[in-house]
């Protein structure tokens, strides 16, 4: 009997470091890249595919069609007015402040961000700033210098251009693995601006449901793929709860 072509699923991959990285130039690093492998090893209905976007464009490619998913997102990050089904990831992570680690600072330095210089990643939705991603907004009530890199973000702290960055908990544990010579020179916070329940944003029209793509997710955490690659990024793997 003939096999039915394989469904193409075709997901937005915008820059977000550790879990997409640099998508546009064709670069294949990234959890992202690796959880879609381990979905079409899985199995032969669907077929995953990256389609580069960034963060500010994902929202019209996904209202256009150009998409029919956005992975490691939040119904909180601007996606309420547009119509989706979310299916929960059972993955967290989180976003923690860092400062220049010196002779008298204590935890209690990130208790007030008044008054300090942050650095932020362009287009995030922060916690703290009410999940305002407006750069203006940013800069005037905030005094947030915005960039595309955390590593920038990291080296302005280091160098005393800011005063606090936030950064994700799993770009901060990967950041420590290539640059083990300057963790003792930051201090990170044990507040958390937030933490990120994953979520997959399906189109209303995707070819595959939300029932079937949160299958092949349980698939990939019984046969322990899930664990392989988020657990080395400090990206807790969570009983998942109804949508």
């Known amino acids: 009997m003939p096999t039915q072509a394989a469904q193409l699923v075709r997901i937005g991959a915008a820059h977000f470091p550790p879990y997409t990285v640099r ?15 381990a979905l079409n090893n899985l199995q032969s209905d669907y077929r995953f595919v990256l389609v580069p ?3 500010p464009r994902r929202f019209g490619d996904f209202k256009q069609g150009r998409v029919d998913m956005a992975i490691f997102e939040n119904p909180d990050w601007g996606w ?3 119509p989706h089904t979310s299916v929960d990831m059972g ?10 680690r010196l002779p008298q600072r204590q935890q209690s330095y990130f208790s007030e961000l008044a008054g300090k210089r942050l650095a932020l990643f362009s287009g995030y939705h922060y916690e703290f700033a009410h999940f305002n991603a407006d750069p203006k907004y940013l800069a005037t009530h905030h005094n947030a210098t915005l960039t595309y890199s955390h590593d920038s ?11 606090v960055a936030l950064v994700t908990r799993s770009y901060l544990s990967d950041y420590f693995l290539r640059n083990e010579k300057v963790a003792n020179e930051l201090l990170v916070s044990e507040r958390v601006d937030q933490i ?25 955490r019984d046969n322990g793929q899930m664990l ?3 657990d080395p990024y400090k990206i807790a793997v969570v009983p998942v709860t109804g949508n």
């Open 23 to 37: 998508p546009e130039s064709g670069a294949d690093t990234g959890l992202l890249p690796q959880l879609v492998a």
């Open 53 to 55: 976007t960034s963060i």
């Open 80 to 82: 309420r007015d547009i």
């Open 91 to 100: 993955l967290e992570d989180a976003e923690i402040f860092v400062a220049q």
């Open 153 to 163: 973000n990291l080296l302005m702290v280091l160098r005393g251009r800011a005063d």
């Open 196 to 220: 990120y329940h994953h979520y997959a944003i399906l189109r209303p029209t995707a070819p595959i449901s939300g029932e079937a793509f949160g299958r092949l997710l349980q698939g990939l």
């Open 228 to 230: 392989k690659i988020f």
